[in-house]
């Protein structure tokens, strides 16, 4: 049970494996400001930044799961490094069937929806471990403009348009699930930039010291399209949102 390397290959250098700055992760927890103690369920947590940093800042508590042992381990680094692995823990499991032993007062699934086969599945899942009056934080990808062909739903890694809705779609969607939206914090262009092309070098320099390696020719087709891809399509085309719900 893991990812693919190539994941942990294009996001070796990433805290963040997502379209969002440390500035924008910073402006999500001031917006919300949780109360110390406050107990966070991460699902997909990945490298563990939001409740690491969050505990560090604010002094939450709570557990991250990932099925990802390399990131699993990279999250359990960062809590020792900022001084917080006695108030979080990190868990190697597959995310889509876990629910916390106690209610939490932050439930999070921040940019892998996959794990609830879609935002619908994924607020029942999250919902599961949530405390009455508790938020739910659910990063999500959305259309910042409606392509107009299949070769940009393709090139935004999407198989049909009606994989991604609009904003406002997006936003009403909640809506129809039992939602209130109460914050949202969106992820810009120069977000995309420095998630997508960081991976440029994390790939260009695993290349070098790997040359012999069985992924090699699949990674090296990526990175001569990569950079083409996203500045032609997901640059323009693709918007990306942490949004805060609180059931109605």
Known sequence: MDLPRSFTIRESSHR????????KLTILRQAISPSPGTR????????????CTWS??????????DISTVFIGAARARAVEVGVADRVGFVHADASGYVADDPVGIAACVGATW??????????????????????????????????DQATVEGCHMTRKDDLLPLPELLERFGGLGCD???MVLADQDSWD??????????????EANPDDELADEMRAELTAAPVKHARY???????????????
């Open 56 to 65: 560090r800042d604010h002094g939450v508590t709570g557990t991250g799961v």
């Open 181 to 183: 939206v109460v914050e």
């Open 115 to 148: 794990i609830g086969s879609g935002v619908a599945g994924t607020v029942e899942l999250l919902r599961r471990s949530l405390m009455p009056g508790g938020m739910m934080l659910i990063g999500e990808p959305y259309w910042r403009r409606e392509p107009q």
């Open 16 to 23: 963040l494996c997502n379209p969002f700055t440390s500035e």
């Open 234 to 248: 997901q640059r323009e085309y693709l918007g990306w949102g942490v949004f805060v719900l609180m059931d109605r």
């Open 194 to 207: 420095r998630y997508v092309a960081a991976q440029w070098l994390n790939i260009r320099r695993w290349l």
């Open 40 to 51: 966070v369920l991460d699902l997909a947590c990945g490298k563990g930044e939001l409740l």
